[in-house]
């Protein structure tokens, strides 16, 4: 199918490596956040995600760091493999009282063997 | 089925037709989504319906877009008049009531000829 994500920014890593997805979030009052990986084709998957009384979450080969002082929000793979390509949204909930996520851009991550 | 399943999962039309995307969300999902997602882009939120409230159509793009759904079960997203710009995947996603997490489909994928 369509390749997703062919004009968003580029990481790319060598298999093995550790892998850092940065992410900028827009409001302060945003309480929770969320990271999804999304392959070609296919819908939006969660990976992780993190509350805003927290600063650190690790999951299975993946980490999630939130800085709120700068808004910044990064998501950490480890040993990265070829099956991580895909393309990374960070999300940010809405405050206004609900589950409405607003997503950034997304990262492109290539893994190369 | 296990997770969110959307219809048709490709559809080509002529400018000018109506088209309806449809959207079976996880079985006691009280919430769901809609969003579009252009090519190479992040997601654009469209509609959130929650249970029985008033659904929230702030991102909407224009009165030729609107969204149904029955009770806490399947959900179609109409666009009459398509346009060009229209052309995008459609992702429907849903989740249980008041907990953050999205489960997404894999979208349908629409082409405005």
């Known amino acids: 199918g369509e390749s997703v994500g062919l004009h968003l920014p580029t990481l790319s890593v060598q298999e093995g490596d550790n892998s850092i997805i940065n992410c900028a979030y827009s409001n302060s009052a945003s309480d929770y956040f969320i990271w999804y990986k999304q392959e070609s084709g296919k819908g939006p998957q969660f990976i992780i995600d993190i509350r805003s009384n927290m600063d650190k979450r690790q999951g299975q080969r993946v980490t999630v760091l939130l800085n709120k002082t700068v808004k910044h929000l990064s998501l950490q793979i480890a040993a990265t493999q070829p099956g991580d390509s895909a393309v990374y949204f960070c999300?940010?909930?809405?405050?206004?009282?609900?589950?409405?996520?607003?997503f950034g851009a997304g990262t492109r991550l290539a893994v190369h063997p | 089925g296990a997770g969110v399943s959307q219809s048709p999962s490709n559809k080509v039309t002529e400018k000018g037709k109506d088209v309806e995307l449809r959207c079976d969300p996880i079985s006691g999902h009280t919430a769901l989504y809609w969003y579009r997602q252009r090519l190479g882009q992040g997601l654009e939120f469209l509609i959130y319906?929650?249970?029985?409230?008033?659904?929230?159509k702030s991102g909407l793009p224009s009165d030729r877009f609107s969204a149904e759904r029955t009770g806490e079960s399947v959900s179609t997203l109409t666009i009459q008049r398509t346009q060009q710009e229209d052309s995008a995947v459609y992702l429907c996603?849903?989740?249980?009531?008041?907990?953050?997490?999205?489960?997404f489909g894999a979208g349908t994928r629409l082409s405005v000829l």
């Open positions: 999300a940010e909930n809405n405050p206004g009282g609900y589950n409405k996520l607003i």
């Open positions: 319906f929650q249970g029985n409230s008033a659904p929230d």
């Open positions: 996603a849903s989740s249980f009531n008041r907990v953050n997490i999205q489960y």
